[in-house]
């Protein structure tokens, strides 16, 4: 599975809206890239995948480049609740594992 | 989305005994399963695939015969920690792969904290 790049953390203000990018670049013609979540002492929650295609899902929109080397996930009015630490990935799909990576630690602030 | 739920939530044993996890798919049916700890402060930790009537393939450096895994049915894996210790402690999550081709998803459960004292 190919490697993805993070930044370690971000913040962002309530109401405001969190762009988290992820970088990449060796990502196969056949991988998708997924978002997950995990808030504190919890399991990962599911947010978005795409191929190469924008998505949007009531909780966020997915944006990759053309040359699919990156993406960015948006979370169009962040809430305190957003706070979390966000995983890109990027995998097959037909069973392959799904590999963490160290995601970005998002901060949202009052 | 799909539910997938763990038993217990929690757990606190003594060094030596066994412990049993369980994961189930609440709505939906899954061949794959997959099992994950994380330890503080760090990210999520693969350790196992576990197959539908079959053997889980481990990740490398993983004890087969310590963390032992049962997939019986399409809805329910168990993940055993035999003869725990306190090492062992740990958040230990499972997943579940639900749909094909562009549907696939994995979603997660709520994970169950282990503590070995």
């Known amino acids: 599975d190919a490697k993805t790049t993070q930044p370690p953390s971000m913040d962002c203000a309530e109401g405001r809206a969190a762009n988290l990018p992820c970088n990449h670049s060796t990502i196969s013609g056949n991988e998708y890239v997924y978002w997950y979540r995990q808030i504190h002492s919890q399991g990962p929650q599911y947010i978005i995948h795409g191929l190469k295609n924008n998505e949007t899902n009531e909780m966020a929109s997915l944006i990759i480049t053309e040359d699919r080397k990156s993406s960015t996930l948006i979370l169009p009015h962040a809430t305190l609740r957003d706070t979390a630490v966000y995983y890109c990935i990027v995998r097959g799909t037909g069973g392959f594992k799904t590999i963490f990576g160290a995601g970005t630690r998002l901060f949202v602030k009052a | 989305g799909a539910v997938v739920s763990q038993h217990p939530s929690w757990v606190i044993c003594k060094s030596g005994t066994s412990v049993k996890i369980e994961c189930r798919s609440l709505d939906f049916q899954a061949t794959t399963m997959f099992w994950y700890r994380q330890f503080p402060k760090q990210s999520l930790m693969l350790m196992a695939t576990?197959?539908?009537?079959?053997?889980?393939?481990?990740e490398q450096g993983v004890e087969k015969d310590k963390f032992l895994i049962n997939h019986a049915s399409l809805t329910l894996s168990t993940l055993t920690v035999t003869s725990a210790h306190p090492e062992d402690s740990s958040f230990y999550i499972c997943?579940?792969?639900?749909?094909?081709?562009?549907?696939?998803?994995?979603?997660f459960g709520p994970g169950t904290r282990l503590l070995v004292l």
């Open positions: 997943s579940a792969r639900d749909g094909q081709g562009i549907q696939e998803t994995q979603y």
């Open positions: 576990s197959n539908e009537g079959s053997k889980a393939t481990y």
